[in-house]
C-alpha cells in the first residue's frame, strides 16, 4: 500500500515534525517514508494531495457497550446517573446486548479516526469478538468489583479472560486487568488482585479519584486517600492507567511520578457531570505520562477524540487562566504519542516511523473550508476539524475506512440492533443493582 503525496505529522519521539512525501505500507509495518515520487507500483494507492497522514488516536479510556445508553441520563449529577440509571439498566444486559453495543460503538471510534481503545466492562469475550470482526485495536479489561456475593468467581472470569485472550485477533487485542475503582473495591480486595496479578504480565487500569465525595469518604472509612490505599495494597506495583485522577493533590502526583502511574484524562465526561478539572498541565510538566479517553457514550455522549483533543487544551487555559498553556501539539500528542506511552506501545506505534505498525489515518482537506488556509494544520486538526474530515483509517497495515465508508461492515444492521436493544433494556429497567 502507499500513501503518496501527502503532509505527515510524524510524532517522531512524540517530537514536533512535519514533513511531505509517501508512506510505504507492507506487512503489517510502515517499511519506508520517503520524498514523493511518481515511480510506484503499488496496488493499493492513496492519493494524498490536500490531505494530512497521522498517527491514529489512542482512546486511553472507554466502555464501548455503554453506546446502548446513549442520552438515558443527561443533565443529572453523577450519583443520579449511576443509582436511578447506569446500574439498573445493566442489571438486564446480555452477552449479545455487549457484543453489539461494542461492535457499534468500534464503528464510531473507526469513522472518528481511534485506530487503539482500552475498554473495560463486562463478558469482555463478546467484546474481543467486535474487536476480531472490525480490525480495530484494543486493550479489553473485564471489570471486576470488590462487593456483592460471587467476588471469587467473577475474578476467576476475569483472570481467565486475560490469559485466554491476550495476543489474540492476530496480536491486536491485549488483555487489562482491571478492578472497577477503590469505592468498589475494599482494600482487602485490591491486595487480593495485585496479588493474583503478579504472576500476569498485563497492564492495570481503574477508576481514581473521580469526585471530591470518593475522596472524603476514602479519608472516612480508611483513613487514607484512594491514591494511598492503590500504593498500600500493591495495585501500583505494575504499570497501570487511572481513568479520571481528578481530585489529587501534591503528594498524590509525587506517588503517581514515582510509580509510573499513567493518567487517562477524559475531559468531556469530566465536565458534563461537573466533576472537576484534572491538574493535568502540572502532570505533563512533571512527566507523568498522560493519554485522551472519552469514557462511555452513556456519560460523554460520543467517542470522539477530536472532542477531548479541543477540550483538554480549553480546559487547562481556563483553569490556570493562562492562555499559553498546553499548545496544540501537546494535545494532539496526547492522543497519539503520549496515548501510546499510557499503553506502553510507544516503541510499536502512536508515531510515523520506519518500522512501526501501520495504524495511520488521513484528514481531507480538500473541500474543507473550515480547515483551510492551512497555515497551521495542527492547529486547524486541534481546534477546526471534525471526525467526518477523516477520510482514511489503516489499522495493522490493513486499510479500514475508505472514503468514510467502513469496507465489509453493515452499519444498518449494527445500528438496528443497538435500537432494538436498547429500547428493551429501558423497559426491563430493574431495581438498584448490588452485584455483576
Known amino acids: 500500500m502507499l500513501v503518496k503525496d501527502i503532509e505527515i505529522i510524524t510524532m517522531r519521539e512524540g517530537k514536533k515534525e512535519i514533513i511531505h512525501g509517501d508512506v510505504f505500507i507492507k506487512d503489517k509495518i510502515i517499511q519506508e517514508i520517503k520524498p514523493h515520487s511518481e515511480k510506484s507500483k503499488d496496488k493499493i494507492v492513496i492519493d494524498g494531495i490536500g490531505k494530512v497522514l497521522l498517527p491514529g488516536f489512542i482512546n486511553c479510556h472507554t466502555h464501548s457497550p455503554m453506546i446502548l445508553f446513549r442520552g438515558v441520563a443527561d443533565d443529572v449529577d453523577i450519583n443520579t446517573w449511576f443509582n436511578d440509571y447506569i446500574w439498573r439498566l445493566e442489571k438486564n ?26 475498554d473495560m466492562y463486562f463478558h469482555m469475550d463478546k467484546v474481543a469478538k467486535a474487536v476480531e470482526e472490525l480490525g480495530i485495536r484494543a486493550f479489553l479489561a473485564w471489570t471486576v468489583f470488590g ?11 476475569s483472570v481467565n479472560f486475560i490469559k485466554n485472550y491476550d495476543g489474540t485477533a492476530s496480536g491486536r487485542i491485549r488483555t487489562v486487568l482491571n478492578p472497577h475503582s477503590t469505592y468498589t473495591c475494599p ?6 488482585v495485585a496479588e493474583i496479578g503478579k504472576d500476569l504480565d498485563n497492564l ?36 497501570i492507567v487511572a481513568a479520571h485522577a481528578i481530585h489529587i493533590n501534591e503528594e498524590d502526583l509525587k506517588v503517581f511520578k514515582e510509580k509510573d502511574v499513567r493518567v487517562a484524562h477524559c475531559p468531556e465526561c469530566n465536565s458534563r457531570y461537573c466533576l472537576g478539572i484534572a491538574p493535568i498541565a502540572q502532570m505533563v510538566e512533571m512527566g507523568i505520562k498522560v493519554g485522551l479517553g472519552t469514557d462511555g457514550a452513556a456519560s460523554n455522549n460520543n467517542l470522539d477524540m477530536l472532542d477531548e483533543i479541543k477540550l483538554a487544551a480549553i480546559l487547562q487555559k481556563v483553569k490556570l487562566n493562562d492562555p499559553i498553556i498546553m499548545s496544540n501539539f501537546e494535545v494532539l500528542k496526547m492522543a497519539t504519542y503520549g496515548g501510546a506511552q499510557v499503553l506502553g506501545i510507544e516503541n510499536e506505534l502512536g508515531s510515523i516511523e520506519e518500522g512501526k505498525k501501520a495504524d495511520v489515518i488521513i484528514f481531507d482537506f480538500n473541500n474543507a473550508p473550515h480547515l483551510n488556509p492551512k497555515i497551521d494544520i495542527i492547529s486547524n486538526i486541534v481546534y477546526s476539524a471534525k471526525s467526518s474530515d477523516i477520510s482514511h483509517v489503516i489499522v495493522d497495515g490493513k486499510l479500514i475506512v475508505d472514503n468514510r465508508k467502513i469496507i465489509d461492515f453493515d452499519m444498518k444492521k449494527s445500528i438496528d440492533e443497538v435500537n432494538l436493544r436498547s429500547k428493551r433494556l429501558l423497559e426491563q429497567k430493574g431495581e438498584l443493582m448490588v452485584e455483576y
Not at 187 to 192: E, Q, R, T, V
Not at 207 to 216: A, S, Y
Open 204 to 239: 492495570r487500569s481503574l477508576h481514581l479519584c473521580e469526585t471530591k465525595e470518593q475522596v472524603e469518604e476514602s479519608l472516612s472509612n480508611y483513613g487514607k486517600s484512594p491514591v494511598q490505599i492503590c500504593l498500600d495494597t500493591g495495585i501500583f506495583d505494575k504499570p
Open 93 to 118: 444486559e446480555t452477552p449479545d446486548d455487549i457484543y453489539w453495543g461494542a461492535k457499534l460503538a468500534i464503528a464510531e471510534m473507526l469513522l472518528s479516526g481511534t485506530t487503539t481503545f482500552l
Open 147 to 157: 462487593v456483592g456475593e460471587k467476588i471469587g468467581e467473577k475474578l476467576k472470569d
Open 187 to 192: 482494600p482487602s480486595f485490591l491486595s487480593k
